[in-house]
């Protein structure tokens, strides 16, 4: 991927931005800028040499920027865009990494200029830590990026943002609409988050649970550390997706339970089964 020619900014220097200015670092742009509203944090990443310049103020950047990679939270990418839609160069493309979709598109796209290009991106990569001190430069390899072009975008500017997120390591670039997007992220991603939040929960007191708990515990809850300011956000603006995927888990397991009532043996083989088959399927794409 030949990014010499691009002067790209990345908004937001936590754990998903950093990780972003780590991993382009080394496909060479031009120059690699960074926004953010803390000063030691961009101070940090100039030392670590992971960004060229750091901005409090967007203006610079924005007006000499040809890819502008915004990583905050979805109404905070909203908001930046809206806020600075004078601001960013003619022809810019201007892409995200929230984890939520239709609303997004749906609030940004009345107002773009129509000389920029706006393509929702998605990478499915994380850790539990969040802020610059957690990135890394390794995390988006062998994952999965999805973006979700719609009518008008450019198909240079799709095939472009596509070789980056693969240029940086990643294994699958998928494309969707928003709507797919956010139905299959409430199924794949969210209900996990809030089965596993739940599941911690059904214990009130966790003194001294430690010592009785075995790998399928920790493997089940491990995503119930979740960052507690932005995963509210992402739930409350996929409501009814989210919604919809509570119910089938809720129809799910109260068959389990009824059949554990019932002491329905041959229900609960076959639904163990059917579920073990389909994980290793899952797996054969993991």
């Given at each position: 991927?030949d990014?010499?020619?691009?002067?790209?900014t990345?908004v937001?220097?936590g754990?998903?931005?950093?990780?972003?200015a780590m991993?382009?670092?080394?496909?060479?742009?031009?120059?690699?800028?960074?926004?953010?509203i803390?000063k030691?944090t961009?101070?940090?990443a100039?030392k670590?040499?992971i960004?060229?310049k750091?901005?409090?103020?967007p203006e610079?950047?924005?007006?000499?920027?040809?890819?502008?990679i915004?990583?905050v939270?979805?109404q905070?990418?909203i908001?930046?865009?809206k806020n600075n839609?004078?601001?960013?160069?003619s022809g810019a493309?201007?892409?995200d990494?929230?984890g939520?979709k239709?609303?997004?598109?749906h609030?940004i796209?009345?107002?773009?200029?129509?000389d920029l290009?706006?393509?929702?991106g998605?990478?499915?990569?994380g850790?539990e830590?969040?802020?610059l001190?957690?990135?890394s430069?390794d995390?988006?390899?062998?994952?999965?990026?999805?973006?979700?072009p719609?009518?008008?975008?450019?198909?240079?500017?799709?095939n472009?943002?596509?070789?980056?997120?693969?240029?940086?390591?990643?294994k699958?670039?998928v494309?969707?609409?928003p709507?797919?997007?956010?139905?299959?992220?409430?199924?794949t991603s969210q209900?996990?988050h809030?089965?596993?939040?739940?599941?911690?929960?059904?214990?009130?007191?966790?003194d001294?649970?430690s010592?009785?708990?075995?790998?399928?515990?920790?493997?089940?809850t491990?995503v119930a550390?979740?960052n507690?300011?932005?995963?509210?956000?992402?739930l409350l603006n996929?409501?009814e997706?989210?919604?919809?995927k509570i119910?089938?888990?809720?129809?799910?397991?109260?068959?389990?339970?009824?059949a554990?009532?019932?002491?329905?043996?041959?229900?609960?083989?076959?639904?163990f089964?059917?579920?073990?088959?389909?994980?290793k399927?899952?797996?054969?794409?993991v």
């Amino acid at each position: 991927m030949d990014c010499t020619d691009f002067n790209i900014t990345i908004v937001g220097l936590g754990l998903i931005g950093g990780s972003f200015a780590m991993a382009l670092r080394e496909l060479k742009p031009k120059n690699i800028w960074a926004i953010d509203i803390d000063k030691n944090t961009l101070r940090a990443a100039e030392k670590m040499n992971i960004i060229d310049k750091g901005y409090t103020n967007p203006e610079i950047p924005l007006r000499s920027s040809d890819i502008v990679i915004i990583a905050v939270y979805p109404q905070k990418t909203i908001n930046f865009v809206k806020n600075n839609m004078n601001l960013f160069k003619s022809g810019a493309i201007i892409t995200d990494t929230a984890g939520i979709k239709s609303k997004l598109i749906h609030d940004i796209m009345p107002v773009l200029r129509k000389d920029l290009d706006f393509i929702g991106g998605h990478p499915m990569a994380g850790k539990e830590e969040s802020g610059l001190k957690a990135a890394s430069k390794d995390m988006f390899k062998n994952a999965n990026y999805i973006l979700t072009p719609i009518n008008g975008n450019k198909e240079e500017n799709i095939n472009l943002v596509t070789e980056i997120a693969r240029g940086m390591g990643c294994k699958r670039v998928v494309h969707l609409t928003p709507k797919e997007h956010d139905d299959i992220i409430a199924y794949t991603s969210q209900l996990p988050h809030v089965i596993a939040v739940s599941l911690i929960d059904c214990n009130n007191s966790i003194d001294g649970i430690s010592q009785f708990i075995g790998g399928g515990f920790k493997d089940t809850t491990r995503v119930a550390t979740v960052n507690v300011e932005l995963w509210p956000e992402l739930l409350l603006n996929n409501k009814e997706n989210i919604i919809s995927k509570i119910e089938d888990f809720e129809r799910n397991i109260k068959e389990i339970k009824t059949a554990i009532i019932n002491n329905d043996e041959g229900f609960l083989k076959e639904r163990f089964e059917d579920a073990t088959k389909k994980r290793k399927e899952i797996g054969k794409g993991v």
